[in-house]
């Protein structure tokens, strides 16, 4: 089956939001054997629409449309979708009925506005909604199904996971012979160009599965894609192909899909019965937002501080003023005292500092915009590492961060990449 995802809204067009609704149902559409070959975005309008509707009529097996099913004037799907399929909306008892515990449960009002949502066209299944008052619509004619969903994420997600791909398996289900999945190993400390000479003949790898590069700002997302009569076939080819990536670069890969970093560290604190502190100053406490994202991170975070200023680090970290007139506020020496005095400070086993210059100004010729030290200190050691990250300063935050996290890793699992 080949699929084609519309997604509606100017919203979209002009850059308000980002469309993370269409990867979200690629991703499921995947898991299930439905290739999407067509991501489309269109503003709120019947002529674009109608058209696309058109080339899902001739050219797709399913299409599934997201936005434009809510309350207001600019909410036009669900009667472009009648006039295509020349049907009519009808009033539905039990929709309306849902609507209106919806609001009695949050001790609202009915809004007259929100009524005509209980009409849906009489041709289509009602697909049920969770969490929002407008419902899902499923048309089927000539073997070919259309679906709209509402546009706001976390009504269609739950509609797409507990709806819509059971149902698609229950109508398509033995058609879906070919199963496809992809795992994607996580690496760091190593640039693409570098993974790829280290992999050495890619052939190996693609003969029997697909392998893409994801660059960003925190490390190489490597996604191995594969497909077989079954999902044994592909669990070995997928099996086959990261024993061979993981016996050429092994030793920069710290996770697998959706493995995080501060996730990971956490897990080996734990284990080691280690505690951790961080003391901040360009990153102003994303670090330690970062680690206390992850649930149970109490048991091993102790606590951060962020000294943003020169008196801050003085005042709070005890940094010797001499030392900051020396060398300045970036450099190895204060990041070194900051990572010792934090861990001192909280009677932590380790300690982490990050300091520098995250820009767009502050930036001399000695040490330009991008300039930081990441220190470290444990009951053996104590060191501080230059990088130069260059000049944007979200970029050069998150950088920092992720390289205090490898740091982390690094020494907790005593590695040398």
């Known amino acids: 089956m080949i699929a084609k995802l519309i997604s509606i809204g100017d919203e979209i067009l002009i850059g308000q939001i980002v469309n993370s609704n269409a990867s979200f149902i690629c991703e499921k559409l995947y898991r299930i054997g439905i290739s999407v070959k067509r991501v489309v975005t269109i503003g709120d309008n019947e002529i674009d629409l109608i058209r696309d509707l058109k080339d ?14 809510g309350p207001t004037h600019d909410d036009i799907t669900k009667s472009i979708l009648i006039k295509f ?26 809004p007259e ?37 509402p546009g706001v994420p976390f009504e269609m997600k739950e509609m797409i996971d507990n709806k819509v791909i059971p149902l698609l398996l229950k109508r398509f289900g033995k058609s879906l012979k070919t199963k496809f999945k992809s795992i994607t190993l996580l690496s760091s400390g190593i640039s693409e160009s570098e993974l790829f000479e280290k992999l050495g003949d890619i052939k190996q790898i693609t003969g029997h599965t697909k392998l893409a590069f994801l660059p960003s700002l925190i490390g190489i997302r490597m996604r191995l894609d594969a497909e077989g009569n079954s999902l044994n076939e592909v669990n070995a080819k997928l099996s086959n192909a990261e024993k061979l990536i993981k016996s050429k670069i092994n030793k920069y890969l710290y996770g697998k899909n959706d493995d995080l970093m501060e996730e990971i560290n956490g897990k080996i604190l734990i284990r080691q019965k280690k505690t951790l502190s961080v003391a901040e100053s360009c990153t102003g406490g994303l670090l330690a937002s ?45 990041a070194l005292e900051m990572a010792k005095n934090v861990r001192d400070k909280f009677c932590s086993d380790i300690g982490i500092s990050i300091t520098g210059i995250a820009g767009p100004t502050g930036g001399t010729k000695l040490k330009p915009v991008g300039t930081v030290y990441i220190g470290y200190s444990d009951n053996k050691n104590i060191f501080a590492t230059k990088f130069l990250f260059g000049t944007y300063r979200e970029r050069n935050r998150q950088r920092a961060v992720m390289s205090a996290l490898i740091i982390l890793h690094k020494q907790l699992t005593n590695s040398k990449y």
């Open 113 to 149: 506005i929100n009524i005509p949502q209980a009409y849906v066209p009489k041709k289509s299944k009602i697909i049920w909604n969770r969490y929002g008052t407008a419902p899902g619509i499923w048309y089927e004619e000539f073997n070919k199904v259309f679906i709209a969903l």
């Open 290 to 334: 970062k680690i206390t994202d992850i649930s149970g991170s109490s048991r091993y975070f102790c606590g951060g501080v962020c000294t943003y200023t020169n008196k801050s680090k003085i005042d709070i970290l005890r940094i010797r003023d001499s030392i900051i007139k020396k060398y300045g506020a970036v450099s190895e020496e204060v």
């Open 85 to 110: 399929f020349n049907d009519k909306l009808v009033k539905n008892p039990d929709v309306l009925k849902k609507i209106k515990k919806i609001f009695r449960i949050r001790n609202i009002k009915l």
């Open 56 to 69: 899902s009529q001739k050219n797709y097996d399913l299409t599934i449309i997201t936005g434009g099913l």
